[in-house]
Each structure stands twice: as structure tokens, then as C-alpha cells.
């Protein structure tokens, strides 16, 4: 039996993803604060592109998802019979996934550019950047080889961080 099957849930990251919901919840339904742009034509140009942008997160996630296949967890700590996936969206990021809901948060702000929105993004950003960076812990004690992975591949944004 691997060390995670001992570890309890909220040992193995439940609370990253309970804040994550919480964040996710108040970007889609909690209050959204006064608008960032007043101009009609420049809101209606902002929201096409969310939707764009949107749809493009959803296939991002789902291609994603794909990828992973068995392994998928949301728990950042991998499940015992992980693999390690370098392959798919995983060539160009290492969390693919968190890629994609930040994208569709930012598809929202184009939608809805409420202040408070774009607060709940940035504060999605950090809980996916702190998650990462407790989930990559577990996953180079589980496989040696992610550490040259890490230094190959960007973390949540292709090519930039």
C-alpha cells in the first residue's frame, strides 16, 4: 500500500480544493463590484471575446482531462497508481487543467469586468499557483523524472510561467 492510501483526504489537499470552489462559486455567482469599463461598444467587444476565450477554456479542460485519463484526481495529491503524463497539453504546461478554469475565469471577467471579479481571478491564480507548488512536491517524491519535467515546462501559463 502506497503512503497516500494512509493519508486522509484533507491530508492529500482537500482544503486547496475547497477554497477553490468557494473562489470559483464567487467568480460565477457572488457579487460583482462596480464595472471596469463603462463604454458599450468596447463591453460588447470584451464580452464576444469572453465567449471566445471561454469556449477555448473549455476545450483546453477537456483535452486536458483526456490526457490525464486515469490518473485525474482533484486532490493535489496523485492517487497511488498515478503515471506520469508529459504527453498532450502536457508538452506545453504543467497543469493543464488550471490552465484551462483560469482562462475561463478570465473569459467571465471579459463577460462581467466587475472589480470585484477580477479580485476573485487573481486570488484563483495564487490558490492554483500554491496548489501546484504543493502538488509538484508529491509528484517528484513519486517520480524522479518530473524535476527535469519542471525544468522543461511551465508551470500554469504556456510558455510564460
Known amino acids: 500500500m502506497h503512503e497516500s492510501t494512509t493519508k486522509s483526504i484533507f491530508e492529500r489537499g482537500a482544503w486547496y480544493v475547497v477554497i477553490q ?24 467587444t470584451l464580452q464576444s471575446c469572453g465567449i471566445a476565450i471561454g469556449l477555448l477554456a473549455c476545450l483546453i479542460m477537456a483535452i486536458a482531462v483526456i490526457n490525464l485519463g486515469k490518473n485525474l484526481t482533484p486532490l493535489p495529491c496523485p492517487k497511488d497508481d498515478a503515471e506520469l503524463i508529459q504527453a498532450g497539453l502536457y508538452r506545453y504546461v504543467r497543469h493543464p487543467i488550471y490552465f484551462g478554469v483560469l482562462l475561463a475565469a478570465c473569459a467571465w471577467l471579459l463577460i462581467f469586468p466587475g472589480i470585484y471579479v477580477l479580485a476573485y481571478s487573481i486570488s484563483l491564480f495564487v490558490l492554483f499557483d500554491i496548489k501546484a507548488k504543493r502538488e509538484e512536491v508529491w509528484l517528484v517524491e513519486r517520480f524522479p523524472a518530473y524535476r527535469d519535467y519542471q525544468s522543461r515546462v511551465k508551470k500554469l501559463i504556456p510558455g510564460i510561467y
Open 21 to 44: 470552489g468557494i473562489l470559483i462559486g464567487l467568480i460565477l455567482f457572488g457579487p460583482q463590484g462596480s464595472y471596469l469599463v463603462s463604454s458599450e461598444p468596447l463591453i460588447t
